[in-house]
């Protein structure tokens, strides 16, 4: 887990000053990790750090927080405080943040002090220096009241061609991972919903296949169009453009169809290949939130693609 700067500026542009309650450390069993995070405002809350009481009464006091204009540093012992069946600790830090404070998290780190001693502790210090001159890996870390935290950057771009049924589900279940960021592509704005998460770039554009030049040659794209043409078009553009990966929702008479048609536009079958068909889990079924979490939990496998399986549905329009 990590500082998402895009995500807190958002919520700063949106409500002016929010807290940020973050994971710093655990003691035995905990409901989340170290980095989990959640942003906090007077009239709501995005984010998890789990454990139900845990993060109730974490929200009361940041709220308390934010209206004193102070950070705050909190041990919470699961059991005998909360009720809570984990049977850990968790360190939460607290913190205020608006406009000018975000100006000073630049690079591949945060590194600053909530509490305690004025000088940084040095192993986190030399993690910072690491981390910011060779891409040293680091995790969030807490020490004699400093806080250490990688800065989030989106590692996936992942490109969805279709605001219909199954899009928007696919938005809905991609948006909150981690480490990816999103580009939604359809016809025109009225083509997508009125409450468009606030972290996906919508690109309307008249003709959807004209969007894919502005891809980057990484990126893993998934077509489900309300056209089979359009699809095709797309299709063929990407297999020109280049990406990582490529998904298209369809049947195995779809997919056979298209191969045929892709192979007389001159691409090669072995490039042909390299696009799946169709996306998701098969045996999770057919309704569009189902097709979307089989993506995300491809997209969640380890090591792997979301995209770069071979998976078959006979019978997906």
């Not at 905990?30 to 989990?36: F, H, L, Q, W, Y």
């Not at 945060?110 to 993690?127: F, N, W, Y």
């Not at 592509?185 to 972290?199: E, I, W």
Request: with cysteine; hydrophobic share 45%; net charge neutral.
């Amino acid at each position: 887990m990590s500082f998402d700067r895009a995500s807190v500026t958002a919520a700063v542009a949106r409500h002016g000053r929010v807290a940020r309650v973050v994971v710093a450390g655990i003691e035995g069993s905990a409901p989340r990790e170290p980095g989990a995070a959640m942003l906090v405002w007077d009239s709501g809350q995005s984010g998890t750090i789990g454990g139900g009481a845990l993060e109730y009464e974490a929200a009361a006091e940041a709220r308390a927080a934010l209206a004193a204009g102070r950070d705050a540093v909190a041990r919470k012992p699961l059991g005998p405080a909360l009720g809570q069946c984990c049977g850990g600790a968790v360190v939460l830090v607290c913190e205020c943040w608006d406009a000018a404070r975000l100006e000073t998290v630049f690079g591949a780190v945060v590194l600053r002090r909530v509490e305690g001693a004025a000088d940084a502790p040095l192993p986190l210090k030399r993690a910072a220096v690491k981390a910011r001159n060779a891409g040293a890996p680091v995790g969030t870390e807490f020490r004699n009241g400093w806080l250490l935290e990688p800065v989030a950057r989106a590692s996936r771009a992942i490109w969805i061609y279709g605001a219909g049924h199954v899009g928007r589900a696919l938005v809905s279940v991609l948006t909150p991972l981690p480490d990816v960021s999103v580009t939604w592509v359809d016809t025109g704005p009225d083509r997508f919903p009125d409450d468009v998460p606030q972290d996906v770039t919508v690109l309307p554009a008249a003709n959807p296949a004209d969007a894919v030049r502005l891809a980057p040659a990484e990126a893993e794209h998934l077509v489900l169009t309300y056209s089979h043409a359009l699809d095709l078009e797309i299709c063929h553009r990407l297999l020109s453009h280049g990406f990582r990966a490529a998904g298209l929702i369809g049947s195995a008479t779809k997919w056979a169809r298209f191969r045929s048609r892709l192979a007389a536009l001159g691409h090669a079958p072995e490039q042909v290949a390299r696009i799946r068909c169709p996306i998701g889990d098969p045996a999770l079924g057919k309704h569009p939130q189902a097709i979307a979490v089989g993506v995300a939990a491809e997209i969640l496998s380890a090591g792997v693609s979301a995209l770069d399986r071979p998976h078959y549905r006979e019978d997906t329009a």
